[in-house]
């Protein structure tokens, strides 16, 4: 199937777990950057973000939901699924020792099955967007209902001042949308329709985002029970079902806020239906950690620990050849290269942390070839290439690393943020210009440690980066192949 075509349809269900490069960090980087303007007190209006866990959807879909889910956004991957689920499907259950019974199943997406990311992605990522709409619906009722844009988000948007009028208009063409087969969507000029409620409401007040079934949304407070429940009532008509303990509402409110709002945040409602954090909770989310610098701080520290445990067990294997290539291979940089990518300006701002890791790493080469000193360990830091053995000090990595990562995130960082915006949640001048700041400042800290020549280097390595993601990312929505120039 047509890889630029699913990134397409995956990009209108903001589905970004799959075809989405990067998508998981692009998604921590923004819950990120809202949390800075809380904590810089910038937010205009009361905003929660909304972790909807699902409990075992890869396995509790039901088959027909799947089907239908993708003959409306993936009409061409119709036949394949269907001719799968024609096949019966078997599950052996293992109930005492000796003991089993097999029998046919007709619900999930076959973890094993090449296709079931996709599936599983669509279907969860319907499922949301109609919970959206139906609260959407109830929004139409009440004219106060709607978010009131403020001048910065007027001037970030083209779309109309009314959210009623454009509720309406996308009403009446979502009609015309539905009356047509899917295999007949497509305009004039040869190319696809996107489904008339791909995009953001105005002024609906709701933002979501799904990486496969870690679905996250952003939106007013007082609209975080209704949606719960709107989604509640979609998730049981795919034959799933949601975790309510491990589904987190953070609300980006102090406590005297969330006091004075109690009722009408329905927050003893909430609690049946979700664990209710603070802006400051620690919360670990697509392996980034919220919550604050703190919490930031431990999780590394906890990896560190984890890993001096398991370097401390590489002793055993008693070869210092497999215990070079296991400690390069799984115990180096490798293993906190996630935390570098989505929190290097921190990491690297306290520096204990990665010291910490970098003296575990230290130790064991120390022990694997005696008599290293202290130029023998640079060098070991360096690449196989130029005569190094690969094993990366993290100290020198976490500024590049994040910096790369947040360069290539900011296409879809800009794309969620245009939907803050148009929502009536966050100016995207403002939420932009807040990432940019933070990505400047790393940028400028990391130069400090390079010469003249390196770090025109560097500008020049930054800028056509900027050009070629924002390139391929403007392909990807306009579902066009693009042969990536990042190198």
């Given at each position: 199937?047509?890889?630029?075509?699913?990134?397409?349809?995956?990009?209108?269900?903001?589905?970004?777990?799959?075809?989405?490069?990067?998508?998981?960090?692009?998604?921590?980087?923004?819950?990120?950057?809202?949390?800075?303007?809380?904590?810089?007190?910038?937010?205009?209006?009361?905003?929660?973000?909304?972790?909807?866990?699902?409990?075992?959807?890869?396995?509790?879909?039901?088959?027909?939901?799947?089907?239908?889910?993708?003959?409306?956004?993936?009409?061409?991957?119709?036949?394949?699924?269907?001719?799968?689920?024609?096949?019966?499907?078997?599950?052996?259950?293992?109930?005492?020792?000796?003991?089993?019974?097999?029998?046919?199943?007709?619900?999930?997406?076959?973890?094993?099955?090449?296709?079931?990311?996709?599936?599983?992605?669509?279907?969860?990522?319907?499922?949301?967007?109609?919970?959206?709409?139906?609260?959407?619906?109830?929004?139409?009722?009440?004219?106060?209902?709607?978010?009131?844009?403020?001048?910065?988000?007027?001037?970030?948007?083209?779309?109309?001042?009314?959210?009623?009028?454009?509720?309406?208009?996308?009403?009446?063409?979502?009609?015309?949308?539905?009356?047509?087969?899917?295999?007949?969507?497509?305009?004039?000029?040869?190319?696809?329709?996107?489904?008339?409620?791909?995009?953001?409401?105005?002024?609906?007040?709701?933002?979501?985002?799904?990486?496969?079934?870690?679905?996250?949304?952003?939106?007013?407070?007082?609209?975080?029970?209704?949606?719960?429940?709107?989604?509640?009532?979609?998730?049981?008509?795919?034959?799933?079902?949601?975790?309510?303990?491990?589904?987190r509402v953070i609300f980006y409110s102090d406590e005297r806020e969330l006091q004075a709002n109690h009722d009408a945040w329905r927050l003893a409602e909430l609690e049946d239906l979700a664990t209710i954090c603070k802006s400051d909770t620690p919360v670990l989310s697509l392996g980034g950690m919220l919550g604050g610098r703190q919490a930031i701080l431990d999780l590394f520290q906890d990896k560190v620990k984890a890993v001096k445990v398991i370097h401390q067990k590489l002793a055993e294997i008693?070869?210092?050849?497999?215990?070079?290539?296991?400690?390069?291979?799984?115990?180096?940089?490798?293993?906190?290269?996630?935390?570098?990518?989505?929190?290097?300006?921190?990491?690297?701002?306290?520096?204990?942390?990665?010291?910490?890791?970098?003296?575990?790493?230290?130790?064991?080469?120390?022990?694997?070839?005696?008599?290293?000193?202290?130029?023998?360990?640079?060098?070991?830091?360096?690449?196989?290439?130029?005569?190094?053995?690969?094993?990366?000090?993290?100290?020198?990595?976490?500024?590049?690393?994040?910096?790369?990562?947040?360069?290539?995130?900011?296409?879809?960082?800009?794309?969620?943020?245009?939907?803050?915006?148009?929502?009536?949640?966050?100016?995207?001048?403002?939420?932009?210009?807040?990432?940019?700041?933070?990505?400047?400042?790393?940028?400028?800290?990391?130069?400090?440690?390079?010469?003249?020549?390196?770090?025109?280097?560097?500008?020049?390595?930054?800028?056509?980066?900027?050009?070629?993601?924002?390139?391929?990312?403007?392909?990807?929505?306009?579902?066009?192949?693009?042969?990536?120039?990042?190198?």
């Open positions: 199937m047509d890889s630029t075509r699913i990134k397409q349809v995956m990009i209108e269900l903001n589905q970004w777990g799959v075809g989405i490069e990067g998508g998981a960090e692009a998604m921590v980087h923004t819950a990120k950057n809202i949390e800075d303007l809380h904590g810089s007190s910038q937010l205009s209006v009361s905003l929660a973000k909304v972790q909807v866990d699902w409990d075992n959807c890869f396995g509790k879909f039901d088959q027909s939901y799947i089907r239908e889910c993708i003959k409306q956004e993936l009409p061409e991957h119709e036949a394949s699924i269907a001719w799968k689920h024609q096949q019966e499907s078997k599950v052996t259950h293992h109930f005492g020792e000796g003991l089993f019974d097999t029998f046919v199943k007709n619900r999930g997406a076959e973890q094993g099955d090449a296709g079931a990311a996709l599936e599983a992605g669509v279907s969860c990522s319907v499922a949301v967007r109609d919970a959206t709409q139906d609260v959407h619906q109830v929004l139409s009722g009440t004219e106060s209902s709607w978010c009131s844009l403020d001048e910065r988000m007027c001037a970030d948007d083209s779309s109309p001042a009314d959210p009623s009028t454009c509720f309406r208009d996308r009403m009446e063409k979502l009609r015309i949308w539905q009356a047509l087969e899917p295999g007949w969507r497509y305009n004039e000029d040869g190319n696809r329709m996107p489904h008339l409620l791909a995009g953001t409401q105005y002024g609906d007040g709701i933002v979501e985002v799904s990486y496969l079934d870690d679905g996250w949304a952003w939106m007013r407070s007082d609209l975080v029970v209704p949606w719960l429940k709107a989604l509640d009532n979609r998730i049981g008509q795919t034959g799933g079902s949601r975790n309510r303990q491990k589904t008693n070869n210092t050849q497999v215990e070079h290539v296991v400690a390069r291979a799984c115990l180096s940089s490798s293993k906190v290269i996630h935390q570098l990518r989505l929190h290097g300006e921190t990491l690297d701002d306290d520096g204990q942390g990665l010291h910490a890791f970098d003296s575990v790493l230290k130790g064991t080469l120390e022990r694997m070839f005696p008599g290293l000193d202290d130029e023998g360990y640079d060098q070991a830091g360096l690449s196989v290439g130029v005569g190094g053995l690969g094993l990366r000090h993290v100290k020198k990595l976490a500024l590049p690393a994040c910096i790369a990562s947040r360069v290539a995130a900011r296409p879809k960082v800009n794309h969620l943020a245009g939907s803050l915006n148009t929502a009536g949640l966050i100016p995207l001048s403002l939420f932009m210009q807040n990432y940019d700041r933070t990505t400047d400042d790393a940028v400028a800290k990391f130069k400090l440690s390079l010469d003249i020549e390196e770090q025109q280097q560097v500008d020049k390595l930054l800028s056509d980066a900027h050009v070629a993601y924002e390139a391929s990312w403007a392909s990807a929505v306009a579902g066009n192949a693009l042969i990536s120039s990042v190198s």
